[in-house]
């Protein structure tokens, strides 16, 4: 059969003990009595009943290392795009620079003709890419044609495949 009450045995200084003993008594209770008051009224208050476990502590700390953990990753993740970025944009860069021949920061119709062939064309058609439709490319258009060249190739892999099923 279980024990209906526990016992607690602390530690006090007399003074403490002395005062507690004398406020029992103005009270006309036992220094027990007194105390089981005390722990009763602490537990029954607001501020225990918003108080935070130990095991909520913890987590928090350790789900705190996760949300750190995961912050690191998430920037080493975007500092490896940035580079792959930067990489895709410089590699556009040197072949923007080696097809500008005349070095005049746009691309026309002949330049493309001498590095593509005449079939360069038959991929995106010129009036397509020329945004501005002044005959040549600008850095920005011939980024642009490069992303329509991986799409138009990307669709036709698709197809491809959804022809050999």
């Known amino acids: ?11 006090l200084s007399h003074e403490a003990k002395e005062a507690l003993k004398h406020a029992a ?10 105390v089981r008051s005390l722990v009763d009224a602490y537990l029954d208050s ?5 108080s935070v476990p130990r095991w909520w502590a913890i987590t928090k700390r350790h789900g705190m290392l996760w949300l750190g ?6 920037l080493a993740l975007a ?20 097809l500008d021949l005349n070095a005049d ?7 493309l003709e001498m590095h593509y062939g005449g079939g360069w064309t038959s991929i995106v058609p010129m009036a397509q890419i020329d ?27 698709i197809a491809s495949r959804q022809n050999d099923d």
């Open 25 to 34: 008594t103005s009270r006309s209770e036992t220094v027990s009595e007194l």
């Open 46 to 50: 607001p501020e225990h009943a918003f």
């Open 105 to 111: 920061g746009r691309i026309a119709g002949p330049e």
């Open 69 to 74: 953990a995961a912050t690191c990753l998430v």
């Open 1 to 11: 059969m279980a024990k209906k009450s526990e016992t607690i045995e602390i530690r």
């Open 79 to 98: 500092a490896v795009l940035a580079i792959l970025e930067s990489d895709y944009l410089s590699s556009n860069a040197r072949a923007f620079r080696s």
């Open 131 to 157: 945004i501005d439709a002044d005959q040549t490319l600008s850095r920005a258009e011939y980024d642009a044609w490069q992303v329509t060249i991986h799409m138009a190739a990307y669709q036709q892999l």
